[in-house]
């Protein structure tokens, strides 16, 4: 029996992140980011020079190779291939590569996390006990809903897992020859069709909303309230709201401990406004100027998109709960917890201030002081714990094992609070990754 490691990847519009789990750590379960150049923010564009194709830069970088094609936001360019229907196309218009799909080129740069993760995890984790790897993607709320895309990011889960079991990408970069376009095209094919066990389909996929909810299970400072979590990131908004609730306990010097207890998932919603749409120019893609500092509050249809699925699934709360005094007066003292890239823009958060039960009321915002107690390798700074909770809340919460989480409803769907269950070994996901 070897250690179990389970590898959580936000693979995002513009970065993606990545963190592996350690499920059988001495002393109890440690999770790790994926450092690539110091940075726990890795670049998902791609770079193409003649028919070699690199990962892990960005445009601009200095170090980037020179005279590529450069192809950005291959994630939401997968999400029309597969008929979602975006606010806008806040990306270049080129087509992907001669013979290959933009589901082509992200199926590679997923593998290319996985390779990088289980190489890092492997020099972490210097047990002698072999390592056996799990995995799971998150997707967007309304992504994750919609059929064809659900399933079109399901076969890139796992099509990119049988690459990288077949060492199809041996390093940071490969040649895009008939060889490798035949793997991946095959790769993708066998991937199909999707599991008919939604248990086994929750395992390779989860919402990017319900993932980072477990960062504010496992921070000590977030105590039973209701909390609103606002995601912006470069190509979607993601929103969910959730309820901690407590107990109070005896503590062995018989004094009252008041213990969290479980989370209820109100609703998740995401929606295609993020920041490249955001701060892009009107009449240009991938050229950044603030346009909401000037523009009036709820006056654009740019700015109604952006709210949409805040008020998606806070409004609905309002709904269910306004002939409810005591549930309006709790949820009157909703925290806001802001994330993703766009939480440190002012624009982005004052468009943002929007309260159903008050409009003059503003939510007090979240500073994470702590971080997770078993997350490793993050600099003991305030910067650092700050730039961990922008950026690796999603990647934190993929890293857990599906039967661990709260489950999650569309907007507006109240369930009660769950009771989170003992922790359940890895050995429950024999059989689904090795295939």
């Not at 709320?141 to 076969?155: N, V």
Request: proline residues 7%.
């Amino acid at each position: 029996m070897g250690s179990y490691v389970h590898l959580g990847i936000d693979y995002g519009t513009s970065a993606s992140k990545v963190i592996f789990r350690d499920y059988d750590a001495p002393g109890g379960e440690k999770s790790y980011p994926l450092l690539f150049n110091g940075s726990f923010r890795i670049p998902s564009d791609l770079a193409i020079v003649g028919k070699q194709l690199y990962f892990g830069f960005a445009k601009g970088d200095q170090a980037a190779p020179r005279d590529a094609i450069w192809y950005q936001s291959v994630k939401m360019r997968v999400a029309v291939e597969h008929e979602a229907i975006l606010y806008g196309a806040p990306f270049a218009q080129q087509s992907p590569p001669d013979g290959w799909t933009f589901e082509d080129l992200a199926t590679l740069s997923v593998a290319w996390l996985i390779k990088k993760a289980r190489e890092a995890a492997a020099e972490i984790i210097t047990r002698k006990t072999k390592l056996e790897f799990g995995m799971t993607l998150g997707v967007p709320s309304d992504l994750l809903y919609s059929a064809t895309t659900r399933d079109g990011f399901l076969k890139i889960a796992m099509a990119a897992w049988h690459l990288d079991r077949a060492h199809a990408v041996k390093g940071d970069e490969v040649l895009l020859n008939p060889t490798l376009r035949q793997h991946v095209h095959s790769a993708l094919i066998h991937a199909l069709p999707p599991p008919k066990d939604q248990e086994i389909v929750d395992h390779w996929l989860r919402s990017e909303a319900r993932s980072s909810i477990w960062w504010a299970w496992e921070t000590p400072e977030l105590e039973s309230e209701p909390y609103v979590k606002i995601d912006i990131g470069a190509g979607t908004t993601n929103t969910a709201a959730f309820l901690i609730t407590a107990a109070a306990t005896r503590s062995k010097s018989k004094a009252t401990v008041w213990r969290k207890t479980g989370i209820a998932v109100f609703g998740a919603a995401s929606g295609t406004v993020g920041m490249n749409i955001l701060l892009a120019t009107p009449n240009a893609t991938n050229i950044f100027a603030p346009v909401l500092s000037s523009t009036p509050r709820g006056s654009t249809p740019l700015q109604r998109a952006f709210e949409q699925p805040y008020r998606s699934v806070f409004g609905k709360i309002h709904f269910l709960t306004k002939n409810n005094p005591a549930a309006t007066a709790q949820w009157r003292r909703t925290r806001l917890i802001m994330l993703g890239g766009g939480s440190v823009n002012i624009d982005a958060c004052s468009a943002l201030r929007f309260d159903p039960f008050n409009q003059s009321n503003n939510f007090a915002p979240i500073i994470f002081k702590r971080l997770p107690g078993d997350l490793q390798q993050i600099k003991n700074t305030s910067a650092a714990h700050q730039s961990a909770r922008l950026s690796l809340t999603v990647a934190y919460g993929l890293s857990v094992i599906n039967d661990a989480l709260p489950s999650e409803r569309l907007p507006g769907e109240m369930i009660p609070v769950e009771k989170l269950p003992p922790r359940r070994g890895p050995t429950t996901l024999a059989g689904i990754y090795d295939k």
